[in-house]
């Protein structure tokens, strides 16, 4: 079946240091692949995403690179800010399973 | 900017009790789901809801769940009793297009239900 696999948290960096959330990913077929943001006391939100492979997706200084190969949708930011503390959560969806198939999501604090 | 709003934030309640949350979706929008999240574990899908009707839902919507859209504008998730393991965060979302074909679901808040 579908599945999605994300690095565990929770991840704590410094302010400017450099990010990456691994996620890989299970699927039969051609998935879409999401990365969704959830700030502390707020809901989901999409962060980026990309519907085939080798699209780049982009948002707020972050980028995920849709990785057929390597079944891999890896979330990084050249330089984070206390504003990017929040949980991220990868998700695929399959047009099999007409739904959202979430990773477990990964802690993410930075420190000034 | 438009936005899915649930009520309430937190609700307690005790095992065998009833509960309904409510959410209002994007007006626009026709494609609705629940989505729930037990305390350190993944976000799992619980039901899609269009035209006035279930159009998919998991093994965990058994018959102690209940959707409707009593007037147009809200979107509610009944549990008809209570039990321990219901205890999570129930996020409501909507879509434009069937399925969130794109991914592109928008969020609410979540409701975070307590179960004594």
């Known amino acids: 079946g579908n599945s999605v696999t994300q690095m565990e948290g929770p991840v704590t960096l410094s302010e400017e240091a450099f990010l990456t959330i691994n996620c890989t990913y299970t699927?039969?077929?051609?998935?879409?692949l999401f990365w969704y943001v959830q700030y502390p006391g707020e809901g989901l939100q999409l962060l980026l995403k990309?519907?085939?492979a080798d699209d780049k997706g982009s948002n707020k200084g972050f980028e995920a690179t849709y990785r057929k190969e390597t079944t891999s949708f890896h979330l990084e930011k050249g330089s984070v800010q206390v504003s990017d503390s929040a949980v991220y959560f990868c998700?695929?969806?399959?047009?099999?399973?007409?739904?959202?198939?979430w990773g477990l999501g990964t802690s993410l604090a930075v420190n000034p | 900017e438009p936005e899915v709003t649930q009520t309430p934030s937190h609700q307690v309640t005790q095992m065998g009790q009833e509960v309904i949350l409510r959410c209002v979706p994007i007006?626009?929008?026709?494609?609705f789901y629940w989505y729930r999240q037990i305390l350190g574990q993944k976000v799992e899908f619980l039901v899609s809801?269009?035209?006035?009707?279930?159009?998919?839902k998991s093994e965990i919507f058994d018959d102690q769940f209940s959707v409707e859209r009593p007037d147009g504008s809200n979107f509610t998730l009944k549990i008809r009793s209570t039990k321990l393991e219901d205890s999570a965060m129930y996020f409501c979302?909507?879509?434009?297009?069937?399925?969130?074909?794109?991914?592109?679901?928008?969020f609410g808040e979540g409701s975070r239900l307590t179960v004594l």
């Open positions: 979302a909507s879509s434009e297009i069937a399925g969130g074909s794109t991914g592109e679901l928008f």
């Open positions: 007006s626009n929008h026709l494609y």
């Open positions: 809801f269009y035209n006035n009707e279930i159009s998919e």
């Open positions: 699927a039969t077929g051609y998935p879409s």
């Open positions: 990309a519907t085939k």
């Open positions: 998700a695929l969806y399959a047009g099999n399973n007409r739904k959202l198939i």
